[in-house]
């Protein structure tokens, strides 16, 4: 089977302008990934899908993972200049002190995919696409159209992560309700109260009850009441 | 092979691999039916929402999530050990190729070594995981087409014999919890091994009797040949895996062409299917019976002494260094992966599951458009699925 190296270059000179760029894998598994520009990915899967050498006709594993903003502290050298009273005389001196500064490198959505080739009995492939942010711009292009193992899969990511997959020609949450809101595999997900679906009421449930009816008016509180009301 | 009436969809897409669009006939009142999430043919909590033009089936959607508790989410807040005796709860049928699939993907995570003797022991009990889920999954395919018991009872009476034998070997009959990254829990004495080797010799009997009693059976073949046909291309551009991609024809076992653990030194063969349909499927089943019995023969003839635990393998306080991994293997109902994130702490940064019985479910409904809706059952219960993989 090609190197990652080979199929970069070969995804080059098939799609023009197509960015890819190779991220390493320092663990001993030594699966270097691909990370695609979203902008041309669907050109990239048809070539990888239908290129004779390559034939990764099987699209295995498609999954996300969340990569919040993280708060980097680094030490700067900064260079000041001070007035200072030296020995009765004003003076204007440089001054290199060293301070922390912290920065927020911004996250992002990443998808995942795992090729294989059942013709040439070789890989995994692995590819990669991130999205802009975390908040606004979640959308990537969907890969159901050229390998169909994606349809769930996406999915589920959609579900799960909030990425947005265009050209999916059916994407709705997999495995939460229709209903619900946020995604729970996302890091910063916070769990709900569900004070409610605990077995046994005992004085702290009993006291969550209380708070969480103070907290929400109207008809949810009223029906709280009634259920808890009892015990 | 083309369904009269068949219409395909018009869009720009390359659209041949999605379902076709069948015009209802007569007046085009349809009926839709929500099947399960408590129909008794749903092996647990699956709904298919089905819209019949009399009693064909136009549309199905599945729709998952009714045994859904986020395995992933869990497994990423508790460290790489604690997730071992949870992968079990994941197809409950066969604990213990799950157990081999996370730990594979481990060991490929960090470079650990895994000495013979529980290779020897991982594939023993592979093979004898996939005896019992085969057994078991043609007695429920034969139950829901209305052989009530007795199929199902001669292969619950084989499965408990080796569900005996894991109690044995491992303390539980279903939740194994046995295998470590960089080897197994505890060793088989001698006298598991002498069990193992009595039961193995009983199970050539066994298939022989379940592939007379039901094989060439006029109703079941009547009701299975020429129903659910999978396309080869189709199968292989969906992702499906394990039995069904192998009655579909294609020649892929993850066994043979990764070679994980001592595949290799193992001889056996890979049957296919050539109708693609049902009664394939079924037949693939019972052919890999008694492939995984030749090579529970070999391995327990020549099964090595020695440790069944790498001695430098860290469990208790394992931190992989940062990287990830993907690893996989040919479980039972097809190719079960892990994958898994480090970012060199304590616990998984993702930790991913990738079920072969959520994603042979992509072409469901593919294989029942056109068909009664009596067949759905059947078409449904040969691809084999556990819902603690569906749902996760």
């Known amino acids: 089977m090609k190197t990652v190296e080979e199929i970069k270059a070969a995804i080059e000179a098939a799609v023009p302008g197509a960015g890819v760029e190779i991220v390493p894998n320092p663990s001993a598994s030594a699966q270097h990934s691909l990370r695609l520009n979203p902008a041309h990915a669907v050109a990239i899967a048809k070539f990888l899908r239908d290129d004779a050498e390559l034939a990764l006709d099987f699209l295995s594993n498609v999954t996300g993972v969340d990569w919040p903003d993280k708060e980097i502290a680094e030490k700067v050298k900064v260079t000041r200049t001070v007035t200072r009273t030296v020995d009765g005389v004003e003076q204007t001196i440089e001054e290199t002190v060293e301070e922390t500064r912290t920065r927020v490198e911004p996250g992002c959505l990443e998808a995942v995919y795992h090729l294989f080739s059942v013709a040439k009995k070789h890989g995994p492939v692995v590819l990669r696409m991130r999205t802009v942010n975390r908040s606004t711009q979640l959308e990537l292009p969907s890969v159901t159209p050229i390998w169909r193992s994606a349809e769930f899969q996406e999915r589920e990511i959609f579900d799960l992560y909030g990425i947005v997959f265009a050209g999916h020609p059916d994407l709705r949450r997999l495995l939460m309700w229709d209903g619900f809101k946020d995604h729970p595999m996302r890091r910063d997900y916070v769990e709900p109260d569900d004070f409610e679906y605990e077995p046994t009421a005992h004085d702290e449930v009993l006291a969550r009850a209380a708070a969480h009816r103070a907290e929400h008016s109207g008809q949810e509180a009223a029906a709280g009441q009634e259920r808890t009301g009892g015990q | ?392």
């Open chain 2, 1 to 392: 092979m083309t369904t009269p009436g068949l219409a395909r969809r018009k869009s720009k897409l390359d659209d041949w691999n999605r379902p076709p669009v069948i015009e209802p006939s007569g007046d085009g009142e349809l009926l839709e039916v929500a099947m399960g999430p408590h129909h008794p043919s749903t092996h647990g909590v699956f709904r298919m929402d089905v819209a019949l033009d009399g009693e064909r089936v136009i549309r199905l959607k599945p729709v998952f999530g009714y045994l859904h508790r986020n395995h992933e989410k869990i497994a990423e807040d508790i460290s790489y050990l604690g997730s071992m005796p949870y992968t079990d709860r994941l197809d409950y049928i066969c604990p213990l190729t799950n157990n081999w699939a996370y730990a594979l993907a481990v060991e490929k995570l960090v470079g650990q070594e895994v000495p013979e003797r529980a290779e020897y022991l991982r594939v023993i009990l592979g093979e004898l995981t996939r005896v019992q889920n085969h057994a078991s999954s043609i007695g429920f395919l034969i139950q829901e087409m209305g052989a009530s018991g007795t199929p199902l009872m001669y292969a619950f009476r084989e499965r408990e014999k080796i569900l005996d034998l894991f109690e044995a070997l491992t303390g539980a009959r279903m939740m194994c919890n046995y295998m470590r990254f960089g080897g197994c829990r505890v060793d088989a004495t001698p006298a598991w091994l002498n069990a193992t080797r009595k039961v193995v010799a009983g199970l050539p009997a066994f298939v022989d009797e379940f592939d007379q009693l039901l094989s060439s059976n006029e109703i079941l073949m009547a009701r299975t040949q020429g129903v659910g046909i999978l396309r080869p291309e189709l199968a292989v551009n969906a992702g499906v895996t394990g039995p069904m991609l192998r009655a579909s024809g294609v020649n892929y076992d993850i066994r043979k062409v990764d070679g994980y653990g001592i595949y290799n030194r193992f001889n056996f063969r890979v049957p296919l299917g050539d109708h693609w349909d049902v009664y394939d499927r079924f037949m693939i089943r019972i052919l890999e019976m008694r492939e995984s019995i030749g090579i529970l023969e070999q391995a327990l003839k020549d099964i090595p002494g020695g440790p069944i635990m790498d001695p430098k393998a860290k469990l208790r306080g394992f931190r992989p260094k940062p990287g990830e991994a993907y690893g996989r293997i040919e479980a039972p109902k097809g190719e079960l992966g892990f994958y898994l994130i480090s970012d060199g702490g304590p616990n998984p940064y993702r930790y991913r599951v990738r079920p072969p019985s959520l994603i042979n479910l992509t072409v469901l409904e593919d294989m029942c458009l056109g068909s009664d809706i009596a067949d759905v059952v059947l078409i449904f219960g040969s691809v084999d699925i556990v819902l603690g993989e569906v749902d996760r």
